[in-house]
Protein backbone atom coordinates (compact mmCIF):
# COMPACT_ATOMS: atom_id res chain seq x y z
CA UNK A 1 0.00 0.00 0.00
CA UNK A 2 2.73 2.48 0.66
CA UNK A 3 4.66 1.90 -2.34
CA UNK A 4 1.24 2.33 -4.35
CA UNK A 5 0.85 5.83 -2.72
CA UNK A 6 3.80 6.58 -3.51
CA UNK A 7 3.48 5.87 -6.97
CA UNK A 8 0.23 7.66 -6.87
CA UNK A 9 1.86 10.57 -5.15
CA UNK A 10 4.44 10.72 -7.58
CA UNK A 11 2.41 10.19 -10.86
CA UNK A 12 0.58 13.47 -9.42
CA UNK A 13 3.71 16.05 -9.49
CA UNK A 14 4.73 14.62 -12.63
CA UNK A 15 1.38 15.25 -14.20
CA UNK A 16 1.34 18.62 -12.03
CA UNK A 17 4.63 19.69 -13.75
CA UNK A 18 4.08 18.16 -16.46
CA UNK A 19 0.92 20.93 -16.85
CA UNK A 20 3.18 23.85 -15.72
CA UNK A 21 5.52 23.35 -17.85
CA UNK A 22 3.30 23.02 -20.93
CA UNK A 23 1.70 25.92 -19.42
CA UNK A 24 4.80 28.21 -19.22
CA UNK A 25 5.87 26.98 -22.60
CA UNK A 26 2.42 28.39 -23.88
CA UNK A 27 3.02 31.68 -22.39
CA UNK A 28 6.79 31.42 -23.78
CA UNK A 29 5.73 31.00 -27.07
CA UNK A 30 2.87 33.84 -26.60
CA UNK A 31 5.61 36.15 -25.41
CA UNK A 32 7.61 35.66 -29.02
CA UNK A 33 4.50 35.51 -31.21
CA UNK A 34 3.19 39.14 -29.71
CA UNK A 35 6.85 40.33 -29.90
CA UNK A 36 7.34 38.87 -33.68
CA UNK A 37 4.06 40.36 -34.82
CA UNK A 38 4.85 43.99 -33.38
CA UNK A 39 7.58 44.15 -35.54
CA UNK A 40 6.08 42.78 -38.37
CA UNK A 41 4.92 45.90 -39.43
CA UNK A 42 4.86 49.86 -39.04
CA UNK A 43 4.62 51.08 -35.63
CA UNK A 44 2.44 53.80 -34.45
CA UNK A 45 4.21 56.77 -32.52
CA UNK A 46 1.72 59.46 -32.67
CA UNK A 47 0.11 59.57 -28.81
CA UNK A 48 4.12 60.44 -28.52
CA UNK A 49 4.03 62.92 -31.16
CA UNK A 50 1.11 64.72 -29.83
CA UNK A 51 2.70 65.08 -26.50
CA UNK A 52 5.83 66.29 -27.74
CA UNK A 53 4.17 68.24 -30.07
CA UNK A 54 1.88 69.87 -27.58
CA UNK A 55 5.29 70.74 -25.61
CA UNK A 56 7.19 72.26 -28.23
CA UNK A 57 3.84 74.87 -28.73
CA UNK A 58 4.04 75.91 -25.10
CA UNK A 59 7.92 76.29 -25.18
CA UNK A 60 7.91 77.97 -27.96
CA UNK A 61 5.15 80.58 -26.84
CA UNK A 62 6.76 80.64 -23.61
CA UNK A 63 10.21 81.25 -24.85
CA UNK A 64 9.55 82.39 -28.80
CA UNK A 65 12.41 79.73 -29.72
CA UNK A 66 12.33 75.69 -30.51
CA UNK A 67 14.04 73.59 -28.06
CA UNK A 68 16.30 71.73 -30.56
CA UNK A 69 19.75 70.67 -30.69
CA UNK A 70 21.88 72.67 -32.80
CA UNK A 71 23.22 70.56 -36.34
CA UNK A 72 25.10 72.07 -38.90
CA UNK A 73 24.08 73.67 -42.12
CA UNK A 74 25.40 69.86 -44.23
CA UNK A 75 22.97 67.91 -41.63
CA UNK A 76 20.17 66.63 -44.53
CA UNK A 77 16.83 68.24 -44.12
CA UNK A 78 14.89 65.07 -42.59
CA UNK A 79 17.84 65.01 -39.99
CA UNK A 80 18.56 68.35 -38.64
CA UNK A 81 16.40 69.94 -36.12
CA UNK A 82 16.11 67.23 -33.53
CA UNK A 83 14.17 68.18 -30.35
CA UNK A 84 16.10 68.35 -27.03
CA UNK A 85 13.86 66.31 -24.98
CA UNK A 86 15.66 66.49 -22.13
CA UNK A 87 15.51 70.44 -21.73
CA UNK A 88 11.82 69.77 -22.15
CA UNK A 89 11.19 67.62 -19.62
CA UNK A 90 13.93 69.57 -17.02
CA UNK A 91 11.91 72.44 -17.79
CA UNK A 92 8.85 71.24 -16.58
CA UNK A 93 7.42 71.08 -20.33
CA UNK A 94 7.29 67.35 -20.51
CA UNK A 95 6.12 64.73 -17.68
CA UNK A 96 8.36 61.79 -19.37
CA UNK A 97 10.55 60.67 -22.34
CA UNK A 98 8.52 58.46 -24.47
CA UNK A 99 10.63 54.70 -24.26
CA UNK A 100 10.68 54.76 -27.67
CA UNK A 101 13.25 57.82 -27.72
CA UNK A 102 17.20 57.41 -28.45
CA UNK A 103 17.12 59.46 -24.89
CA UNK A 104 15.77 56.47 -22.87
CA UNK A 105 17.59 53.80 -25.02
CA UNK A 106 14.79 53.57 -27.72
CA UNK A 107 14.73 53.52 -31.43
CA UNK A 108 14.14 56.91 -32.78
CA UNK A 109 14.91 60.28 -32.41
CA UNK A 110 11.85 62.66 -32.21
CA UNK A 111 12.57 65.81 -34.53
CA UNK A 112 10.69 68.80 -36.06
CA UNK A 113 10.29 70.31 -39.79
CA UNK A 114 8.65 72.92 -41.29
CA UNK A 115 10.53 74.86 -38.60
CA UNK A 116 10.39 78.22 -39.74
CA UNK A 117 6.44 78.15 -40.81
CA UNK A 118 4.86 75.42 -39.14
CA UNK A 119 6.78 73.38 -36.65
CA UNK A 120 5.96 70.05 -36.85
CA UNK A 121 6.87 66.74 -34.23
CA UNK A 122 7.84 64.08 -36.67
CA UNK A 123 9.79 60.53 -35.80
CA UNK A 124 13.30 59.64 -37.35
CA UNK A 125 13.92 55.63 -37.56
CA UNK A 126 17.07 54.90 -36.23
CA UNK A 127 16.91 51.39 -37.64
CA UNK A 128 16.58 52.98 -41.07
CA UNK A 129 19.51 54.94 -40.33
CA UNK A 130 21.63 52.10 -38.80
CA UNK A 131 21.00 49.97 -41.67
CA UNK A 132 21.81 52.63 -44.71
CA UNK A 133 25.18 53.41 -42.89
CA UNK A 134 25.65 49.48 -43.04
CA UNK A 135 25.27 49.64 -46.76
CA UNK A 136 27.35 52.54 -46.67
CA UNK A 137 30.13 51.00 -45.18
CA UNK A 138 29.79 47.37 -47.32
CA UNK A 139 29.38 49.83 -50.62
CA UNK A 140 32.89 51.31 -49.53
CA UNK A 141 34.47 48.07 -48.51
CA UNK A 142 33.50 46.38 -52.24
CA UNK A 143 34.80 49.62 -54.29
CA UNK A 144 38.42 49.40 -52.70
CA UNK A 145 38.56 45.71 -53.54
CA UNK A 146 37.01 45.61 -56.77
CA UNK A 147 39.02 48.90 -58.27
CA UNK A 148 36.53 51.56 -57.89
CA UNK A 149 33.41 49.50 -58.95
CA UNK A 150 29.94 49.81 -57.93
CA UNK A 151 27.63 46.64 -56.89
CA UNK A 152 24.96 47.56 -58.46
CA UNK A 153 22.33 45.30 -59.43
CA UNK A 154 22.08 45.93 -63.50
CA UNK A 155 24.36 47.30 -65.88
CA UNK A 156 21.70 50.48 -66.76
CA UNK A 157 20.50 53.29 -64.20
CA UNK A 158 17.50 52.41 -62.25
CA UNK A 159 16.85 56.29 -62.44
CA UNK A 160 19.05 59.05 -63.78
CA UNK A 161 22.56 59.06 -62.25
CA UNK A 162 21.34 56.80 -59.42
CA UNK A 163 21.51 52.50 -59.42
CA UNK A 164 19.96 50.04 -57.18
CA UNK A 165 22.45 48.23 -54.62
CA UNK A 166 22.58 44.29 -54.95
CA UNK A 167 22.58 43.14 -51.64
CA UNK A 168 23.83 39.82 -52.83
CA UNK A 169 26.96 41.29 -54.49
CA UNK A 170 27.33 43.10 -50.40
CA UNK A 171 26.45 39.45 -49.17
CA UNK A 172 23.80 41.85 -46.91
CA UNK A 173 20.62 40.59 -47.52
CA UNK A 174 19.79 40.11 -43.74
CA UNK A 175 19.89 44.15 -44.19
CA UNK A 176 17.41 44.20 -46.48
CA UNK A 177 14.92 47.48 -45.43
CA UNK A 178 11.36 47.23 -44.17
CA UNK A 179 9.69 50.43 -45.05
CA UNK A 180 8.30 52.60 -42.04
CA UNK A 181 5.30 53.61 -43.98
CA UNK A 182 4.13 50.64 -45.96
CA UNK A 183 6.52 47.86 -44.37
CA UNK A 184 6.94 46.39 -48.06
CA UNK A 185 10.86 45.73 -48.60
CA UNK A 186 12.43 49.10 -50.02
CA UNK A 187 15.48 48.85 -52.55
CA UNK A 188 18.65 51.02 -51.53
CA UNK A 189 20.02 53.43 -54.03
CA UNK A 190 23.47 54.58 -54.61
CA UNK A 191 25.08 57.63 -57.08
CA UNK A 192 27.76 57.49 -58.91
CA UNK A 193 30.30 58.11 -56.23
CA UNK A 194 28.23 55.34 -54.07
CA UNK A 195 26.54 57.44 -51.78
CA UNK A 196 23.60 55.10 -50.64
CA UNK A 197 20.52 56.57 -49.93
CA UNK A 198 16.46 54.81 -49.35
CA UNK A 199 14.18 54.33 -52.55
CA UNK A 200 10.73 55.88 -50.81
CA UNK A 201 9.34 55.73 -54.30
CA UNK A 202 6.67 52.77 -53.50
CA UNK A 203 5.59 54.25 -50.86
CA UNK A 204 5.18 57.92 -52.39
CA UNK A 205 3.37 56.27 -55.45
CA UNK A 206 1.16 54.45 -52.68
CA UNK A 207 -0.04 58.05 -51.02
CA UNK A 208 -0.30 59.78 -54.60
CA UNK A 209 -2.66 56.46 -55.99
CA UNK A 210 -4.74 57.29 -52.26
CA UNK A 211 -5.80 60.65 -53.49
CA UNK A 212 -7.48 62.19 -55.88
CA UNK A 213 -5.24 65.29 -56.83
CA UNK A 214 -2.15 64.48 -58.31
CA UNK A 215 1.39 66.17 -57.43
CA UNK A 216 1.87 69.87 -58.66
CA UNK A 217 4.67 71.43 -60.63
CA UNK A 218 8.36 70.60 -59.07
CA UNK A 219 7.34 69.59 -55.82
CA UNK A 220 9.30 67.44 -53.44
CA UNK A 221 6.86 64.59 -53.35
CA UNK A 222 8.66 63.51 -49.72
CA UNK A 223 6.07 65.66 -47.91
CA UNK A 224 3.75 63.18 -49.52
CA UNK A 225 4.89 60.78 -46.78
CA UNK A 226 5.29 63.54 -44.33
CA UNK A 227 1.95 64.87 -44.36
CA UNK A 228 0.38 61.66 -43.83
CA UNK A 229 2.26 59.83 -41.19
CA UNK A 230 4.86 60.51 -38.34
CA UNK A 231 7.98 59.50 -39.69
CA UNK A 232 10.08 61.10 -41.93
CA UNK A 233 11.58 59.76 -44.73
CA UNK A 234 15.25 59.67 -43.93
CA UNK A 235 18.44 59.13 -45.85
CA UNK A 236 16.47 59.97 -48.88
CA UNK A 237 16.83 62.33 -52.08
CA UNK A 238 13.93 64.87 -52.97
CA UNK A 239 11.35 63.23 -55.69
CA UNK A 240 9.99 64.82 -58.43
CA UNK A 241 6.54 63.80 -60.24
CA UNK A 242 7.58 62.85 -63.72
CA UNK A 243 4.18 62.86 -65.15
CA UNK A 244 3.72 58.94 -64.16
CA UNK A 245 5.60 58.02 -61.09
CA UNK A 246 8.19 59.59 -58.54
CA UNK A 247 11.64 59.72 -59.53
CA UNK A 248 14.50 60.95 -57.12
CA UNK A 249 16.62 64.03 -57.74
CA UNK A 250 19.87 63.08 -57.72
CA UNK A 251 21.27 67.08 -58.44
Keep these: MVKLSFLKQTCVRSAVLLVLLMFTASLLSGCLYRGDRQQSGPVSYMESVDRIQRALDRFQDDKGILPIITAGEETPRYEKYRIDLNQLKREGYLEEIPAAAFEQGGSVYFLVI???????????????????????????TYQSSHGGALPHEAAEETYPGLQTVSLALLQAESLALPSVYSGETLPYLMDAEGQVYVDYAFDMMQAIDQSDTPPQGDEDLRTWLTDRSAFVPVKSLPYRWNGSEPVPDAG
Excluded at 125 to 135: C, F
Design 114 to 140: DEETNPTVKVMDLNTVQKVNDIQRKVV
